[in-house]
């Protein structure tokens, strides 16, 4: 049973390595090949598990809180890797892109090296986090152009 005084802080390395792994998973994999040869620093990359392809089912929810349904089926690709001094770091991404799970596993266990850790969130996940916020402003933005509000509108009738 989950209680609320349970709940880890929003400063706990729980949920920073939560946030950094959402960040890893939505990234671009040049984007991740890139920065891990800039902070890597030769680490080799040993693979545990995969990455191996699948699919999982996508639900939804009528009106964001109604009742759940099964929207459809999504690949993903998931990958467990161990770095050469101990570290395990896990992924799954959406898609088929196997380099790129790799890449995610790798930046995860990276970041739960302490003297690594400071460099991965200003270098990798602060700069993928800056350019999905952009992205997001971006299609509110155009979405936001399109918007019609039907209450001005004249119906014809006196």
Sequence with gaps: MHRPD??????????GRRRAVSAFAKADAAFLCEAWGKLGGGREI???????????????????????FNLGEASV??????????PVGHAMVLGRDGDRATFAAAFDALW?????????????????EAALA?????????T????????????GED
């Design 46 to 68: 040993l693979p545990l598990r995969g990455p191996e392809a699948g699919l999982v089912m996508v639900r939804g929810r009528a009106g964001g809180g109604g009742a759940p």
């Design 134 to 142: 952009e992205a997001d402003r971006e299609r509110r933005s155009e």
């Design 77 to 86: 690709t998931r990958a467990s890797v161990r770095l050469d001094e101990g």
């Design 112 to 128: 739960q090296v302490e003297a690594a850790r400071e460099g991965v969130e200003s270098e990798v996940v602060a700069v993928l």
């Design 144 to 155: 936001e152009a399109t918007r019609v509000d039907f209450f001005t509108m004249m119906r």
């Design 6 to 15: 349970d709940t880890p802080s929003p400063s706990s390395p729980d949920n």
